[in-house]
């Protein structure tokens, strides 16, 4: 089971200290607790270099290895000063499910720290990312810049849109042959839906 902590901004790495010490003396079931970051490029006298970024405030996720969700302790994290509220749903459940919970997954995945995807995109078409943690999110997509080499991805988290923007890797045009075959096919598949 996934669960979301909303904390007070700026206090997400002590919230995550905290939870971590609380979980490993409460429970014997096996956890993890991320406060996710992206990998982000930002020039810095001069040069670029990259740096670890919150990829949004005030919250921290929660994977618990526990068989029911009566047993994980809601009253004693919520007596954690910098912890606001425990995310739920209207029918009183609080473990991540639908979308949240392939949110959840997805930082899991990637041990809540999201590295640079390598893109494909030129003028005109659509862009293909063909590498790296946000492989897959090409339909979410909603800006690109190549001058400072980010894309902004858009997610659906609760009740609440978050656009998220992400450095990424763009492939130059003079690509290997099997990349570009790919890429040939994806945008001839988006011209050409009906084609397999």
């Excluded at 904390?7 to 079931?29: I, P």
Aim: proline fraction near 4%; hydrophobic fraction near 35%; charge should be neutral.
């Amino acid at each position: 089971m996934y669960f979301c902590l909303s904390c007070l901004t700026t206090k997400e790495e002590e919230t995550r200290e905290r939870v971590t010490k609380f979980l490993s003396t409460a429970t014997d079931c096996e956890f993890l607790v991320w406060f996710p970051k992206k990998e982000v490029r930002e020039k810095r006298m001069g040069r670029y270099e990259s740096v670890e970024k919150p990829m949004f405030s005030n919250y921290i996720f929660i994977y618990w290895g526990g068989e029911s969700e009566s047993d994980f302790p809601f009253y004693d994290l919520k007596r954690i000063p910098t912890v606001l509220r425990i995310l739920g749903y209207d029918d009183n459940t609080h473990a991540l499910k639908g979308t949240d919970l392939e949110f959840a997954k997805w930082i899991h995945t990637h041990d809540g720290h999201i590295k640079q995807s390598k893109v494909i995109y030129r003028e005109g078409q659509r862009i293909q990312i063909t590498d790296g943690p946000l492989k897959g999110f090409d339909g979410n997509v909603i800006k690109v810049d190549k001058h400072h080499k980010r894309i902004t991805v858009r997610f659906m988290f609760g009740e609440t849109v978050s656009d998220i923007s992400f450095s990424v890797e763009f492939l130059s045009k003079d690509i290997d042959p099997a990349t570009q075959q790919r890429y040939d096919q994806f945008c001839l598949g988006l011209s050409h839906p009906s084609m397999v």
